[in-house]
């Protein structure tokens, strides 16, 4: 209690000061929001947008990262900002190397630390085993796979340059569907599931400093008119008769985050959808 009586003096001082507290504040106890730095990738809406309103509530800093859509990543810096939040925004092309780069950048160039890291930005286009080509096969594994990769690669140098002795983390989010995948998006969910094998790895390649884990959510925001259907009919034949929430998802997430003694591991929230073609 002492210590964490300290700690709070400290940055009590600093925030009368007018001091970043992201720049001064250091630790050695598991990752807390409250004096956090996280990097969400595809922060301008659905999935991205909640992590990233959620996280700065409990007291992040969030980099709201978007590709193309400006405007309503915008919209994510301002929410979080009306209610009392700190975020900034950085556009970054993330199927390039430099994009990545950029993105590293910026975070460390506006808050001096870096401490976990959601992939949520993702694209679910429709195209059967006909339709792919090249571009949309390299694209998809761009996002998906390289991207988070490289992110996770340079949180990694980030932290070891620190000698922190608190775990970063980093979080993932799939797909339930790479379990039971249909025929409409075969690069999709080569690329989601490549995805879900590179926590494993990076578990063991980034451990002891940065943690890797998954989120694998199910149906959970409809697209379309036609996905809302879908989303009534699927939810009487799981499990659980219901559809998981965005809430659910994001929870799930924060747990990730701030449990250090996890890494390596894949968090299904689905109701119960990837049991439903378990005999």
């Known amino acids: 209690m002492a210590v964490m009586d300290a700690r709070r ?17 250091h630790y050695s106890h598991p990752m807390m929001m409250k004096y956090s730095v996280i990097v969400v990738t595809g922060a301008s809406e659905r999935i991205g947008r909640a992590i ?26 301002s929410l979080i900002e009306r209610n009392g939040g700190n975020a900034c925004m950085v556009q970054a092309d993330l199927r390039t190397l430099a994009g990545v780069e950029k993105l590293a950048a910026a975070t460390l160039e506006r808050f001096g630390r870096w401490d976990a890291l959601v992939n949520a930005a993702s694209t679910f286009l429709s195209a059967n085993i006909e339709e792919v080509d090249e571009s949309r096969w390299d694209a998809d594994q761009a996002l998906h796979v390289k991207a988070p990769f490289f992110l996770s690669r340079s949180l990694y140098r980030h932290r070891k340059g620190l000698g922190s002795p608190t775990p970063a983390c980093v979080v993932n989010v799939t797909d339930t569907q790479v379990r039971n995948p249909t025929a409409s998006r075969p690069s999709y969910y080569c690329a989601k599931s490549a995805l879900e094998d590179q926590v494993r790895i990076l578990g063991k390649s980034l451990a002891p400093l940065v943690r890797v884990n998954a989120v694998a959510p199910g149906a959970i925001l409809p697209a379309s008119s036609a996905d809302e259907h879908y989303f009534k009919r699927l939810e009487a034949q799981i499990p659980l008769g219901k559809l998981a929430r965005s809430d659910d998802v994001v929870d799930a997430i924060i747990f990730l985050l701030e449990n250090d003694s996890i890494t390596g591991q894949t ?13």
């Open 9 to 25: 003096s400290t940055y009590n001082i600093q925030r009368e000061a007018g001091i970043d507290k992201c720049r001064l504040v």
């Open 52 to 77: 990233a309103v959620k996280a700065a509530s409990l007291g992040s800093a969030v980099v709201v990262h978007c590709h193309t859509d400006v405007g309503n990543a915008s919209e994510t810096v």
């Open 267 to 279: 968090i299904v929230v689905d109701g119960g959808e990837h049991l439903r073609y378990i005999q």
